[in-house]
């Protein structure tokens, strides 16, 4: 079946603003960098139209800020930007780990066993890819149970910018993905909202952390 063409468009746009918040989140363009509408459609292969359409989405993010007659200029990531970022996604994966208590079934908490085990096997083959697949399927399965359509909007927003292609690069990412869902999963098996709610949190404060410190690291932020 054909896509429509307004659908393709559309995810032509998608794709194309998901590689500038990499690109912004993994300090390949830094604050103050202008933005070539051109110059990112040769580089992806596609026609300026899905171009300025992401560039458009990313303004209205904050990601980036359109300068008339100057064209879109990148806004300086600072430190606060991150924690702040993962601040409100571990305050929702905190509250959606302790929904999940009451509505995930015993096999469900089975499954998500069997995928942390996956996730370890990929961790030590040194297979970051299959690590971020995985883990984002965990947190998938944990969320999805008690998630509103308000929650999604925010949680998604403050997802957006994980820089995914970088995952094996972030120092302790890995290990923290293997390491950090022990006491979420015990928490669930045990029925226990409030030790899912606050180990949740915790990690996804803990990746932030980490994302924090590499960003430093590499002289992204902004003061």
Request: net charge neutral.
């Given at each position: ?15 194309v603003a998901m590689v ?53 200029r990148v806004v300086p ?47 030590r083959a040194g297979d ?96």
């Amino acid at each position: 079946m054909a896509i429509p063409v307004g659908t393709e468009r559309r995810q032509l746009s998608e794709h194309v603003a998901m590689v500038v918040r990499e690109a912004i989140m993994s300090g390949e363009l830094r604050g103050a960098d202008y933005l070539r509408t051109e110059q990112l459609a040769e580089r992806l292969g596609v026609s300026a139209t899905p171009v300025r359409e992401a560039l458009m989405v990313l303004h209205s993010e904050g990601a980036v800020r359109w300068e008339p007659r100057r064209g879109f200029r990148v806004v300086p990531l600072t430190e606060r930007d991150v924690v702040d970022m993962f601040a409100v996604a571990a305050f929702i994966e905190g509250e959606l780990a302790a929904r999940a208590v009451d509505l995930l079934t015993d096999a469900d908490v089975r499954r998500l066993h069997e995928l942390q085990a996956g996730l370890v096997d990929a961790a030590r083959a040194g297979d970051p890819d299959e690590v971020f697949r995985v883990n984002h399927e965990i947190h998938s399965a944990i969320n999805r149970p008690g998630l509103s359509a308000r929650l999604q909007t925010q949680l998604t927003m403050s997802l957006k910018y994980l820089p995914r292609s970088h995952y094996g690069r972030v120092d302790g990412w890995v290990k923290a993905s293997v390491r950090d869902h022990g006491p979420v999963l015990a928490a669930l098996a045990a029925r226990d909202a409030g030790a899912a709610r606050a180990a949740m949190r915790d990690h996804m404060l803990h990746i932030g952390e980490l994302l924090r410190v590499h960003l430093e690291r590499a002289g992204v932020f902004t003061p």
